[in-house]
């Protein structure tokens, strides 16, 4: 059975940081795919906020662009994503995805993060 298990989210005053973390047990990330942080917030539809492929290349929604950066541990499976200069609007509760290719995707629970004004 596959488990995406994200920390690291918080309350936090703008401007601050906090660094998410998704450990994923019964799948590899050895196994290429597409690594992937979304997050939604009350009313709001789910929106990618970063993703990572395989070889490296990465993604990023443009509200977070410059300050978030996302990567991946493939030997301890487990996906990051750094967030820098938090703003009030980043407030949401964010969602570990990790994709095989060609294969479906799987979730994680979700992490709460607060940014306070």
């Known amino acids: 059975q596959v488990q995406l298990v994200e920390s690291g989210g918080g309350l936090v005053q703008a401007g601050g940081s906090l660094r998410l973390s998704c450990v994923a047990s019964g799948i590899t990330f050895r196994i290429s795919g597409i690594g992937a942080w979304y997050r939604q917030a009350p009313g709001n539809q789910r929106e990618l906020v970063a993703s990572i492929a395989t070889g490296g290349r990465t993604n990023f929604g443009d509200s977070v662009k410059g300050r978030f950066t996302i990567s991946r541990d493939n030997a301890n499976n487990t996906l990051y994503l750094q967030m820098n200069s938090l703003k009030p609007e980043d407030t949401a509760v964010y969602y570990c995805?990790?994709?095989?290719?060609?294969?479906?995707?799987?979730w994680g629970q979700g992490t709460q993060v607060t940014v306070s004004s």
């Open positions: 995805n990790y994709r095989p290719y060609g294969s479906s995707a799987y």
